[in-house]
C-alpha cells in the first residue's frame, strides 16, 4: 500500500528522503565551512594551494556524478548507490578527523585519502537521492515542482546547522561532526527506505538493481584510485600541470559527446537531453562563482570583516549559514512570486528565470568590490558587505537551482535519469 500523505498531497518518501538529504548536507556544509580554514591554520599551506585543493576537490565533487549517474542506470540502481555512497562519505570525513588530529607532519596525506572518498561517495549519493525524488510521482504530476522545493528545503535546513555546529568546535571534532551526520543520513535510508520509498500506485521507488559484475566493481576501484592520483599529481611529481582541469573539461567534452551517439535514444529523447545539456553549461558558471563561499569568502571572512558583535568574536565560518537560512525564509516568497505571475501568465520561462540567477550571482560580487576598493590591506570592511552578498547569492540559487532539479526530473529519459541529475550537478 502507498505511503501518502493526505494532508500535504506528498507521499511519505519525499519526507523521508527530506530527512535523509538534510543529515547528508550537513555532513557536507559542516566539513566545507572549515575546510580552507583548516588546511591555512592548521597544515599550515599557503592561500593559494589550500584554494587549489578546494577548488579541485570542489570541481571534482561536481564531476563525479557523472560517474555515479552511469554506474546506477547501468549496474547498481538507486538505492545501492546511495548507500556505497553513504559509506564512502562516512569513511572520507572520519578521514578528515584523523588528519586533524595528526596535524600538518602526516595529515596531508590521510587527507588526500579522505577527500577522495568524499568526491566518489558523493557522486553516487547525489544525483541518485534526488533523481528518487521525481520518481515518487507519475509522469506529469504537477507535484514535482513543489515536492522539489520542498526536499530543497531539506537541503538548506541541513546547510544552515552544520556552520554553526562545525565551526564552533576545534577542526578535528567538526569533522567528527560531519561524520556522524553523514552515519545518521546512511543509517536512517538503510534502516527505513523499504518502508517510505513507495509510488502511489504500490510500486517500490528506485531503479531495480542489475547484476554488479566485474566491469562496475573494476569502474569504482579504478576511479577511486584515479582520483587519489589526481589529488596527489603536484606533490608526487613536484609539477605545476593541474591535470584536474584538464581532466574536467576533458569530461565535459566526452560525457555528453557519448551519451547524445547512444543508438537507443528517440529523437524527443536526444533533443530534450540537448536541452539539459546546454542549461547545465550556463549553471557551471553560477556554482562556479557560488562555490567561493567555502574558499576566498570564507578567507575574506576571517581576515577582513569585522565580526566582532558585543564583545564577541563571530566564527567566520557562521557566514555560511547565512545563505541557506536566506534560502529557507526567501523560498515560500518566491513561491508565491512565481504563483502570482503564472496566474497572470507572466511567469518568466525556466531559462529565463536561470538568466536572473546568474546575474544576482554577479551582482553579489560587484558589491564586494564596492566595499573593499581603495580599502588598505590590514583594514575591515562591516559585515554588512559579506551579509550582503550571500543575500543577494541566495536568491539567484532560487531563480535557478531547485527549478534546475525539476526540469531535469521532467526531460530525462527514465532509464538515464541519474546520469542526467549528474550531469546537472
Known amino acids: ?9 506528498h507521499p511519505q518518501g519525499l519526507y523521508f528522503l527530506f530527512f535523509t538529504e538534510m543529515w547528508e548536507r550537513f555532513s557536507y556544509y559542516g566539513m566545507r565551512a572549515i575546510f580552507i580554514l583548516f588546511m591555512t591554520k592548521v597544515l599550515m599551506l599557503q592561500d593559494k594551494d589550500a584554494s587549489e585543493i578546494y577548488g579541485s576537490y570542489t570541481g571534482l565533487v561536481y564531476l563525479t556524478p557523472l560517474l555515479g549517474g552511469y554506474l546506477c542506470d547501468k549496474f547498481l540502481g538507486n538505492r545501492r548507490s546511495i548507500i556505497i555512497g553513504g559509506i564512502l562519505m562516512a569513511i572520507g570525513q572520519f578521514c578528515m578527523f584523523l588528519s586533524a588530529n595528526i596535524g600538518a607532519e602526516g595529515g596531508v596525506t590521510i587527507m588526500w585519502a ?42 538548506n535546513l541541513g546547510a544552515f546547522f552544520s556552520p554553526l555546529i562545525c565551526g564552533s568546535m576545534d577542526f578535528k571534532w567538526g569533522f567528527l561532526a560531519a561524520c556522524l551526520g553523514m552515519v545518521a543520513s546512511l543509517v536512517s535510508f538503510i534502516m527505513f527506505q523499504k518502508k517510505y520509498l513507495i509510488s502511489e500506485d504500490g510500486k517500490e521507488v528506485g531503479l531495480p538493481v542489475k547484476k554488479l559484475d566485474m566491469t562496475s566493481i573494476l569502474m569504482i576501484i579504478g576511479s577511486i584510485g584515479i582520483v587519489f592520483f589526481m589529488l596527489n599529481f603536484k606533490q608526487m611529481f613536484k609539477s605545476d600541470v593541474d591535470v584536474i582541469s584538464y581532466f574536467i573539461y576533458g569530461a565535459m567534452i566526452i560525457m555528453p559527446l557519448i551519451i547524445l551517439t547512444d543508438k537507443s535514444l528517440t529523437k524527443l529523447e536526444r533533443n530534450r537531453i540537448i536541452v539539459i545539456f546546454i542549461l547545465a553549461f550556463f549553471v557551471i558558471f553560477f556554482w562556479g562563482a557560488f562555490e567561493q563561499a567555502g574558499a576566498s569568502l570564507t578567507l575574506f571572512a576571517d581576515r577582513q570583516t569585522e565580526r566582532t558583535i558585543f564583545g564577541w568574536e563571530m566564527p567566520a565560518s557562521y557566514f555560511q549559514s547565512v545563505n541557506p537560512l536566506a534560502v529557507i525564509v526567501l523560498a515560500p516568497v518566491f513561491s508565491i512570486i512565481w504563483g502570482y505571475l503564472y496566474s497572470k501568465k507572466l511567469e518568466p520561462s525556466s531559462p529565463k528565470k536561470m538568466a536572473l540567477g546568474l546575474t544576482l550571482v554577479s551582482l553579489g560580487y560587484v558589491i564586494i568590490a564596492i566595499a573593499v576598493k581603495g580599502l588598505a590591506p590590514d583594514a575591515k570592511v562591516s559585515m554588512m558587505w559579506l551579509l550582503s552578498l550571500y543575500i543577494i547569492h541566495s536568491m539567484g540559487e532560487l531563480c535557478l537551482s531547485p527549478i534546475g532539479l525539476s526540469m531535469v526530473s521532467k526531460l530525462a529519459p527514465l532509464r538515464l535519469s541519474s546520469l542526467m541529475m549528474g550531469t546537472w550537478f
Open 114 to 155: 579522505g577527500l577522495t572518498a568524499l568526491i566518489i561517495g558523493n557522486g553516487f549519493f547525489k544525483p541518485n537521492i534526488s533523481t528518487m525524488v521525481g520518481q515518487l510521482y507519475p509522469e506529469g504530476d504537477r507535484r514535482i515542482d513543489s515536492a522539489f522545493t520542498i526536499f530543497y528545503m531539506g537541503i
Open 1 to 9: 500500500m502507498a505511503h501518502t500523505s493526505a494532508k500535504k498531497g
